[in-house]
């Protein structure tokens, strides 16, 4: 610290100080992210102090005048701290903080580490906190589909595919589709947590440390149940910012196919659902308009982070050695989680506050021929035609249907079964009314994942019994780390004697 500036180098190693170019470039970006580290690094300078203390690699009453200082810089608001650039990075910014409060023992706290060990520690600390909170964001919007689902599990509506009518369903059966994407989702959360809930705490640098640093007891400190065992991985880890924001990308495009069909839903020209007034915003100009802007919001967050995922993975490139890479995740990963934990909760608002126009859903549900399917499906068990010559029966009847603009009747698909078996097929009027009847359709429709109600009952006890697991483990990681950060700040006061 030959200079007193805090960057390690000048009477050290170096002969100069940091440029003026470097300054306001690089270890601007860095110190930029020192509010965003700045819980997890403490937490994480606490727990090093505790063993340093423990195993009596620094004298007990420096250690105390060190966990003091550490504890005030602890409880000192992120927006209350000044973080220089000209200081270098976070870890720099604090060492010279707790040098103006302890300026004996300020120097310990680097003994066995290297400098991006405690910004490491507190990164992966933060990464872990965010994915709880993406977690019970997850959560709300679960339950709020599975709440619309079980009200309209007997609700018509027409299914569509590329935005054509496709078959008749309901609407519980549809809201189903995104919890049973959103369920996979919470088992891609849990694996990345899991993999951020190993503690990198106490490597040294890279082949570990002389020192008798006990790494399980700086774990338990931290509430990781167990290690980054590698000392080398355990320090750079690349590929962890890359699968937490992958899983974040896939909940958000599963929320924003959601958003998407709600968006074109709340048309007029649709008119199946309407967004409560506190999720939409109104035009300045066209006072008729009310804007479903909460889902163009969640929208743009999915696609925003599309352009995460590949940042991070690009800075995430390197050698096998090189975690300075990571300084442009220790913001944008952070950020990620919050973004990402703003939109589902939104989006679940959305959900539970929707308007649902159920009328004009289940009209909707017996136009544009939508029991074809099952029309031509009847002609071929009851007949013993194939497939395809069903089909080209039942295709023809519709496109006559729409250029004569009637409804498909007997005479019409004996007209079209003349045309293409050369025979008629006598079939009654009822008979064509009983097959393509959207109620008598969806009933039908009774197998594993099918929309008859008692299908989409059974889907909705699965999922419930799912989301309710989620539900409890999410508690329970929010105890297991809330307790021992707890626990940490009770034992550095009790080792400096602060009441």
């Not at 700045?38 to 005048?65: C, R, W």
Request: glycine share 6%; with cysteine; charged share 20%.
């Amino acid at each position: 610290m030959g200079d007193g500036t805090g960057e390690l180098g000048v009477g050290d190693r170096f002969v100069e100080g940091p440029a003026p170019e470097l300054i306001s470039s690089a270890f601007a970006l860095e110190a930029s992210y020192g509010h965003l580290l700045h819980h997890g690094m403490s937490l994480a300078d606490l727990a090093h102090t505790v063993v340093l203390i423990e195993q009596k690699i620094m004298p007990a009453s420096l250690g105390a005048q060190l966990l003091r200082a550490l504890l005030e810089l602890h409880n000192t608001p992120p927006a209350a701290l000044s973080f220089d650039p000209a200081l270098g990075d976070p870890y720099n910014n604090r060492e010279q903080a707790l040098k103006r409060r302890a300026p004996e023992a300020a120097d310990w706290l680097q003994a066995g580490r290297a400098r991006r060990e405690s910004s490491t520690v507190g990164y992966t600390l933060g990464v872990r906190s965010g994915l709880l909170d993406v977690g019970n964001a997850l959560l709300e919007l679960l339950r709020a589909l599975l709440s619309r689902a079980a009200a309209n599990a007997h609700t018509l509506m027409p299914d569509y595919t590329y935005l054509q009518t496709a078959q008749p369903t309901t609407l519980g059966h549809y809201f189903l589709t995104f919890v049973a994407a959103l369920l996979r989702d919470t088992t891609r959360l849990r694996a990345a947590f899991e993999h951020a809930d190993r503690s990198p705490a106490g490597i040294g640098s890279t082949n570990g440390s002389r020192l008798p640093l006990d790494r399980l007891r700086l774990a338990s400190l931290l509430g990781f149940p167990a290690l980054v065992l590698h000392a080398r991985d355990a320090m750079w880890q690349p590929d962890m910012p890359i699968e937490v924001v992958a899983a974040l990308n896939m909940a958000l495009l599963n929320a924003d196919r959601l958003a998407e069909d709600l968006q074109i839903w709340a048309t007029a020209e649709f008119g199946y659902v309407e967004l409560a007034d506190r999720h939409s915003r109104i035009s300045v100009i066209m006072p008729q308009k009310k804007n479903p802007y909460s889902l163009a919001f969640v929208r743009g967050v999915a696609r925003d982070l599309i352009g995460k995922l590949v940042s991070v993975a690009a800075t995430q490139a390197t050698p096998s050695a090189q975690i300075d890479n990571r300084i442009f995740c220790y913001a944008s990963v952070p950020l990620a989680l919050e973004q990402s934990s703003r939109a589902l909760g939104l989006l679940a608002g959305v959900v539970a506050g929707l308007r649902i126009n159920t009328a004009t859903l289940r009209q909707r549900a017996r136009q544009e021929h939508s029991g074809a399917t099952d029309l031509a499906e009847a002609l071929m068990l009851t007949y013993g035609l194939s497939a395809r010559t069903a089909h080209r029966i039942v295709g023809q009847a519709v496109r006559r249907a729409f250029e004569g603009n009637q409804n498909i009747d007997a005479h019409l698909l004996d007209v079209c079964a003349r045309d293409v078996i050369k025979r008629p097929l006598h079939l009654s009027d009822r008979f064509i009314a009983e097959y393509m009847d959207p109620e008598q359709i969806v009933a039908t429709r009774t197998a594993a994942g099918g929309a008859a109600p008692p299908a989409v009952y059974a889907m909705l006890d699965e999922f419930s019994a799912a989301t309710a697991a989620f539900a409890s483990w999410l508690d329970t990681q929010r105890q297991r780390i809330g307790q021992a950060e707890q626990a940490l700040l009770r034992h550095a006061a009790s080792l400096c004697e602060v009441p």
